[in-house]
């Protein structure tokens, strides 16, 4: 067991992890579209990653953060049950936007709800 180094912030689910492969990254999109989730891209610049204040929210309302969302590439995508499509399109976000955080969300368009979420591309990798 390993303690979280000092000074190291957190982003979200899986973020421990060292970078993901395509492979790895085609993994989690089957387990989202099994799950009848919609894939969706979304991407932020290092700065405006956290909540303002690091690791915690400014709260002015019940259910309200400040900075808590982030730019969605493009529109979710309803239909695709293809690793590859989503694939290429994180490409095209990352060539789009270099040097930025790039995050792979699953959403239940019935519950109309995030059901997943984790951060695929950091700015760190090229």
Known sequence: MQSWPMGEKKYENMSFLPPLTNEE???QV???VSNGWVPCIEYTHPQEGFARGG???TVNTSGYYDNRYWTMYKLPMYGCNDPNQVL????SC?????GCFIRL?????????QCAGLIIVRPDQP
């Open 25 to 27: 990254i085609a993994k």
């Open 30 to 32: 089957l387990y989202l």
């Open 55 to 57: 690791n915690s929210a």
């Open 88 to 91: 290429e399109e994180i490409f």
């Open 94 to 98: 990352k060539a789009e936007n270099p």
């Open 105 to 113: 969300l699953g959403f239940d368009n019935v519950r109309q709800v």
